[in-house]
């Protein structure tokens, strides 16, 4: 079965400093990762999948096959970062059934 | 404007008596998910719809049962909720290769 972890619930960093949220995933096959956010009071929302290899806010995350990892990452981090972010992979056809990580709150500080 | 809609999204019931919560989607997508949250926990996937065809988890109980009477409503129906049963649901949707559209999510509380 497929499993994500998070190892930290927990990041706090200050505004201007580089971030890293780790993710590391177990699955035989080829999965499809994703980041979803959610920031204070809204719905869970999409952030960044693999495949679409873009940077969304300033954040990026690379599809790490060998050490089963997808770190999403950003240079400087923002006090509007500051949100709950879900690591999540999919093993169905794109998107289809989604098995989330427990989540990292970050937390930026001015 | 929203585009998955949840209602109610408080809803407080009894121990063992029946609660419906309601998805509806303004998209026309063919697929709708309902995923379980408890308190500091990732969401839990209990089962999808694609199209009509109804999708469950291996793992999610027989208390819950779900309807999707038309492309745009789905309805999560918890036959005789325990206080285990306290959670964030959520509601989601899906249309081909695209990402998942999530719904603001019912908190049931459980009396």
């Known amino acids: 079965a497929q499993r994500v972890t998070q190892p930290e619930k927990l990041l706090s960093v200050f505004k201007g400093a580089p971030v890293e949220l780790k993710c590391n995933y177990s699955y035989s096959g080829s999965p499809e990762l994703f980041w979803y956010v959610q920031y204070s009071r809204q719905r869970l929302q999409l952030l960044l999948r693999h495949i679409s290899r873009e940077s969304i806010k300033g954040f990026t995350a690379d599809l790490n096959k060998g050490e089963t990892s997808f770190h999403l990452k950003k240079p400087f981090a923002q006090e509007e970062d500051s949100a709950m972010y879900y690591c999540?992979?999919?093993?169905?056809?794109?998107?289809?059934?989604?098995?989330f990580g427990e989540g990292t709150q970050l937390t930026v500080n001015p | 404007d929203a585009m998955v809609i949840q209602n109610p999204r408080y809803q407080v019931t009894q121990f063992g008596k029946p609660v419906t919560l309601s998805c509806s989607q303004t998209l026309n997508h063919n697929v709708m998910y309902w995923y379980q949250q408890k308190s500091s926990q990732a969401p839990k996937l209990l089962f999808h719809y694609y199209d009509k065809d109804f999708n469950n988890e291996a793992d999610t109980p027989d208390n819950f049962q779900s309807r999707r009477p038309n492309t745009s409503f789905c309805f999560l129906d918890i036959r005789s909720p325990g206080l285990g049963d306290a959670a964030m649901y959520l509601c989601?949707?899906?249309?081909?290769?695209?990402?998942?559209?999530f719904g603001p999510g019912t908190r049931l509380t459980v009396l």
């Open positions: 989601a949707t899906r249309h081909g290769a695209d990402t998942q559209y």
């Open positions: 999540a992979l999919s093993v169905g056809s794109s998107g289809s059934r989604l098995t």
